[in-house]
């Protein structure tokens, strides 16, 4: 089993409709991120955490809101689905520590479409 | 701005030659640098990383240089195979950067037979 599990695998969707991207991690480890990529824009940051009860915005989390239901679970949504938000996106851990962020371990990805 | 910078052309190299990617940067301060390899449709795998106060960092045939000076790090994979053919992103960790990593867009590398 991967150790960084992001469901759903693929998703399509329509304008205005509500979405969630689950992601769950058996690294045991306190730092969970969700980027979004694009062609051409490479990998951006939404949001991350660092435990349970600290959560911080990326560089582009209009649009998005996460929860941190426990260590090994973070979770992506979409309130209103808008077709700019058609990307692979993916969720990631690390064991980072301090000031360092550290390797991260990405899931496999979950492509949305938005119609 | 803060930017990173790396080739989106396509490299094409033969089987067993030595492929060189490049990372450039501006306006960052980085503590630490990494790379990594995605295949398409794949989440990256983390391959190497390096402190702002080493020059060099080795791994199988794996190297990868970081000049703080001239705000650049390479990348070379020697021997290179077909298996190597991939894009590979560079990804910066900056000193006071909120504990998290910016990347770059990726350069593909093909190699050829």
């Known amino acids: 089993d991967a150790d960084v599990t992001q469901t759903p695998r693929n998703r399509i969707t329509k304008t205005g409709k509500r979405i969630m991207l689950e992601c769950s991690q058996t690294k045991g480890h306190d730092r969970m991120y969700w ?7 490479g990998l951006r940051l939404i949001y991350y955490s660092f435990d349970v009860k600290d959560i911080n915005k990326g560089e582009i989390s209009d649009g998005y809101s996460v929860s941190r239901q426990a260590q090994a679970k973070f979770s992506l949504s979409l309130e209103s689905a808008i077709p700019n938000q058609t990307a692979l996106y993916f969720c990631a851990t690390s064991d980072g520590w301090g000031g360092v962020t550290g390797e991260l371990f990405f899931g496999e990805g979950s492509r949305l479409t938005v119609l | 701005s803060q930017k990173i910078e790396q080739n989106s052309e396509a490299l094409n190299i033969q ?8 990372c450039n940067y501006t306006n960052y301060s980085p503590a630490y640098l990494q790379w990594y ?3 398409p449709g794949r989440g990256p795998v983390f391959l190497l990383l390096i402190r702002e106060n080493e020059k060099e960092k080795r791994k199988e045939r794996l190297k990868v240089t970081f ?3 001239l705000k ?3 990348f070379h994979i020697t021997a290179s195979q077909p298996a190597d053919s991939a894009t590979y992103l560079c990804a910066l960790d900056r000193t006071g950067g909120g504990n998290k990593l910016t990347f770059g867009t990726g350069t593909q590398l093909k190699v050829e037979l």
């Not at chain 1, 980027?35 to 824009?41: A, E, F, S, V």
């Not at chain 2, 089987?15 to 490049?22: D, H, R």
């Open chain 1, 35 to 41: 980027y979004r990529q694009d062609p051409g824009l």
């Open chain 2, 15 to 22: 089987e067993g030659k030595t492929a060189t990617l490049t």
């Open chain 2, 37 to 39: 390899r995605q295949d």
């Open chain 2, 67 to 69: 000049d703080t000076t």
């Open chain 2, 72 to 74: 650049q790090s390479l």
